[in-house]
C-alpha cells in the first residue's frame, strides 16, 4: 500500500499540473490511471431496480454483477474510483420518476444500470432521455420500450419478442403439449410477453386468465385450468405469484408443465413453491453461469454463490459504462460511446442497433430440478 | 357463464375454505366493533403474525413432507397452538398500548382508529424489516432461516399431502378442504356458545349493549375488553393455520387484502354480529369465486366490493343487522 503512494503521489501531482495547463486529453488509459481531485470526475454510476420488496432479489442479483465490474474498475484505477449510487425502486412503477429525478439531479452520475422491470422502465426512461441520461437495462424485456424513440436507452439481452417465441417454440416442440392454458399477472412485462405466446401458439391455446400482483388465492384460475384439461401452463409474471399459483394448482392435482419466464427465475420461486416446483420449465435471455467461467469464478470468490439470473448482464452493463468512464466520457457524450460500443462481454457480443438492442440475441431454456434451477440448453 | 354452471362444486368448496378464513378473522373486527365501537384496522397483522408463528413452529421442529397421519395431526396441533398464542398476545398488547390509553383520556373515536391504522403499519413493517432488527440485537446468525428476505414470501414446507377424499360434481374435495371448512365452523360454534353461554360471554354481551349500565351492574369494563381482543386474536390465529394450510406462503404484506376482505364480511353480514361474520366470510368467498368465473379473475376484488356496495343499499345493517348485544348472539 505504502509503495503504491509513493507512486501515486507524483502522478497526481502531474496530472494536477497537466490540468493546470488545460490539457483534457482521455484518449489512452493512463490519465484515467494518475486521478487526483482535478482530473478525476468522482463519477458515480446509478443502479436502479427493487433492491428491496417482493422482487428484490432480481435486483441484488444484477446488483452483485454491478459490484463485481466495480471492483475490477476501481482495481485499475484506484486513485480515481468510480462508486455505484442505488436508486431502489422495489420494482414498482409508482416510485420510479421520483428515483429517475433524483438520479438526474446528481451531476456525478454519468449512467444507469436498469431500471430493472419494464414497468418502471416505461415510467422512469422518459425522464431520462430528456436529461439525456444513458441507461443500460440488464433485464427488461417488454419490447415496446425499444420504440419510444428514447436516445439513452439500450439493452444488454434479448427482448419478450425473441423471448415469447422462443417459450412458445419450447411449449411446442420440446413440451409437446396441445393443450396451453396462458395466465398473465396484467403487469407491462407479464401481459406482454404472455399476450406474444397466445399469439404464436394460435389454437393450442384452450384457455386464458389475468390475475391481479399480490394475490395469494388462485382457486377459481386453479378451477379454470384444470376444467379447461390443459397438459401445459404458460405464466407470464413474477415469483412472488407464481410459487402459490403452481402450488395450488398440484395441491388440486394438475399435472400438466409448468412453463414461465425470466420474471421467475429466482430462489425464491423454488424455497416458496417447493416440490410443487420440481420440472418447472424457466425460459431466460439470460446466459447460463457456465458459459463465461472466469466471470462465475469471480462472482463466487466474492459472493459465495452461483452467478444468478442477469448478475452477467448486470456485469456488462457497469463495464461498457465503466469504459466509457476510463475513454474520459462524461453524462453528454457517454450516449454517443455506448451506440458505438462494439467490445465481447461476459455474456455476449455487446454491440448494438439503431433502436438500442444488443444485435446477438440469445434465449436459453431452464428446468428446476432437485431444489435447483438448471440450464437445459440454448433455444434455436 | 356455462363454466361456472359446469365447475360450479369446484368454484364452490374452494370458495368456501377461502371464505371461512374471511370469517374467522371478520370474528375479530366484529367483536371489537361491538365492544368498543372501534375497526381495530390492525387486526389484518394480528392474522398476519398469527401466519408467521405457525409457520416458524414449523421450521423450529423441522417439519418436513412425508409423515404419517400422527405426525400431520402434531403439526396441525403445534401451529394452532403457535398462532393462537402469537395472535392472541399481539391483539391484546395492541389493545394495552395502542387503544386503551387512548380509552383512559377519553380521545374521541377518530384517534382511535388513527391509532388502529398507524398500529397497523408498525407492526406490517416490523415483520417486514425482521431481518434488520434481529441484526441490530445481534441474533442474526442464530434466526438467519426465520428472518433472512424478510420482505419475501415464505413459504409452509410441505407437512400435509393434500388428497382427495371423495368427489363432488368432478371436484376431488381434499383432505384439508374438510378440515379448512369444518374447522372452521366448528370453531364458530364454540365461540358462539362461549359468547352465548359463558359468565365472560355474558359480560361481552353486556358492555356491547350498554357500557355504562353493564359497569354499574359489576361487570369489570377493560377486563371484558381485554377478552374480546384475546379472544378475536384467538380467531385470528385459527384463521392463520387455515390460509397457511390453504395457500401455503405468507408474506410481511398478507394481512393488508385479507383484512380488508375480512372486514368487509363483517360488514356483509352486520358488522358487530357473530353470524353475521360467518355467512359474510362464506358470501364473499364464494362470491369472489362465482365472480372470478364469469368475468374474469382479475375483476376478483371488483365483484367483492360491488357486493358489499349492493347488499348494503337494500340492507344498510348488513346481512344478520348489527347486533352483539342487542340479539341473542
Redo the contacts between chains.
Keep these: 500500500m505504502r509503495s503504491t503512494l509513493k507512486f501515486a503521489v507524483p502522478l497526481a501531482v502531474a496530472a494536477l499540473a497537466l490540468g493546470a495547463c488545460g490539457t483534457t486529453g482521455g484518449t489512452s488509459n493512463a490519465p484515467a490511471a494518475s486521478g487526483g481531485a482535478a482530473a478525476c470526475g468522482d463519477y458515480k454510476i446509478g443502479m436502479f431496480g427493487a433492491l428491496t420488496g417482493p422482487n428484490a432479489n432480481l435486483g441484488i442479483y444484477i446488483q452483485n454483477g454491478v459490484n463485481l465490474a466495480l471492483d475490477d474498475y476501481n482495481k485499475k484505477h484506484p486513485d480515481c474510483k468510480v462508486t455505484l449510487e442505488n436508486y431502489d425502486s422495489q420494482g414498482d412503477p409508482t416510485q420510479a420518476p421520483a428515483l429517475a429525478k433524483k438520479a438526474i439531479d446528481d451531476k456525478k452520475v454519468v449512467g444507469i444500470v436498469g431500471p430493472a422491470f419494464s414497468g418502471e422502465s416505461k415510467a422512469a426512461n422518459p425522464a431520462f432521455a430528456e436529461a439525456g441520461l444513458v441507461h443500460i437495462t440488464p433485464s427488461a424485456t417488454n419490447p415496446k420500450l425499444a420504440d419510444n424513440g428514447w436516445k439513452t436507452f439500450f439493452r444488454v439481452l434479448g427482448n419478450d419478442a425473441t423471448q415469447g417465441p422462443a417459450a412458445a417454440k419450447y411449449i411446442k416442440d420440446t413440451v409437446k403439449a396441445t393443450k396451453v392454458f396462458v395466465i398473465d399477472d396484467a403487469s407491462e412485462y407479464g401481459k406482454g410477453l404472455a399476450d406474444i405466446v397466445r399469439q404464436d401458439l394460435g389454437s393450442t391455446v384452450v384457455g386464458n386468465d389475468t390475475i391481479q400482483q399480490k394475490q395469494t388465492d388462485f382457486g377459481a384460475s386453479v378451477t379454470k385450468v384444470t376444467a379447461s384439461g390443459a397438459d401445459a401452463l404458460f405464466f407470464g409474471g413474477y415469483s412472488p405469484e407464481a410459487a402459490p399459483l403452481i402450488k395450488q394448482l398440484r395441491d388440486a392435482g394438475w399435472k400438466g408443465t409448468f412453463v414461465v419466464a425470466d420474471g421467475v427465475k429466482d430462489q425464491s420461486f423454488i424455497d416458496n413453491a417447493q416440490a410443487a416446483a420440481e420440472g418447472t420449465i424457466i425460459t431466460c435471455p439470460c446466459v447460463p453461469a457456465d458459459v463465461a467461467p472466469a466471470f462465475q469464478a469471480a462472482y463466487k470468490a466474492k459472493f459465495n454463490e452461483d452467478p444468478n439470473t442477469y448478475s452477467g448482464e448486470g456485469y456488462d452493463s457497469a463495464t461498457i459504462l465503466l469504459d466509457g468512464i476510463a475513454a474520459g466520457k462524461d453524462r453528454a457524450t457517454m450516449v454517443d460511446f455506448v451506440k458505438s460500443y462494439d467490445k465481447p462481454g461476459v455474456t455476449k457480443q455487446l454491440k448494438f442497433d439503431a433502436k438500442g438492442e444488443v444485435t446477438d440475441v440469445k434465449v436459453f431454456a431452464y428446468k428446476v430440478e432437485g431444489g435447483k434451477i438448471v440450464s437445459v440448453g440454448e433455444i434455436k | 357463464m356455462q ?1 361456472l354452471i ?2 360450479f362444486w ?2 364452490t368448496i ?2 368456501l ?2 371464505g371461512a378464513v374471511y370469517a374467522l378473522v371478520a370474528l375479530g373486527y366484529t367483536l371489537v366493533y361491538g365492544v368498543l365501537r372501534l375497526i381495530n384496522f390492525a387486526h389484518s397483522e394480528v392474522f398476519m403474525y398469527g401466519t408467521f408463528a405457525a409457520l416458524w413452529v414449523v421450521m423450529f421442529l423441522g417439519g418436513k ?1 412425508g409423515g404419517g397421519t400422527g405426525q400431520v395431526i402434531f403439526w396441525i396441533a403445534m401451529m394452532f397452538v403457535a398462532a393462537m398464542t402469537m395472535s392472541g398476545l399481539i391483539a391484546v398488547l395492541l389493545e394495552r398500548f395502542a387503544y386503551r390509553p387512548l380509552r383512559k383520556r377519553n380521545a374521541p373515536p377518530l384517534i382511535a382508529l388513527i391509532s388502529a391504522v398507524g398500529a397497523s403499519f408498525v407492526l406490517a413493517e416490523v415483520m417486514g424489516l425482521r431481518e434488520k432488527i434481529v441484526a441490530w440485537v445481534g441474533l442474526d446468525d442464530n434466526l438467519r432461516a426465520y428472518v433472512r ?1 424478510s ?5 409452509l ?2 407437512i400435509v399431502a ?1 388428497e ?1 377424499v371423495f368427489t363432488v360434481g368432478g ?2 374435495v ?1 383432505n ?1 378442504d374438510i378440515f379448512v371448512i369444518v374447522g372452521a365452523i366448528t370453531i364458530m360454534v364454540i365461540l358462539d356458545q362461549f359468547v352465548k353461554r359463558s359468565r365472560l360471554g355474558r359480560g361481552i354481551r353486556a358492555v356491547a349493549q350498554d357500557p355504562e349500565a353493564a359497569a354499574l351492574m359489576g361487570v369489570n369494563r377493560d377486563r371484558v375488553i381485554q377478552v374480546t381482543f384475546l379472544v378475536g386474536g384467538v380467531m385470528a390465529g385459527a384463521a392463520a393455520v387455515f390460509y397457511l394450510l ?4 405468507t ?1 410481511y ?2 394481512g393488508f ?1 385479507l383484512g380488508v376482505k375480512a372486514f368487509t364480511a363483517a360488514v356483509l353480514g352486520g358488522i358487530g354480529n357473530l353470524r353475521g361474520a360467518l355467512l359474510g366470510g362464506f358470501v364473499l368467498g364464494l362470491a ?2 362465482y365472480g ?2 364469469i368475468v ?3 375483476w ?2 371488483v365483484v367483492a366490493f360491488v357486493l358489499l356496495i349492493v347488499i348494503l343499499l337494500f340492507r344498510p345493517t348488513g346481512l344478520l343487522g348489527e347486533s352483539l348485544g342487542k340479539a341473542r348472539a
Excluded: C, H, M, W
Design positions: 363454466f359446469d365447475n369446484a368454484l374452494t370458495g375454505t377461502l413432507a428476505n420482505r419475501n414470501a415464505v413459504g414446507p410441505d393434500k382427495p371436484y376431488a381434499t384439508v390453504r395457500i401455503g406462503i408474506r404484506d398478507a387484502l369472489e369465486n372470478s368465473a374474469g379473475t382479475q376478483k376484488d
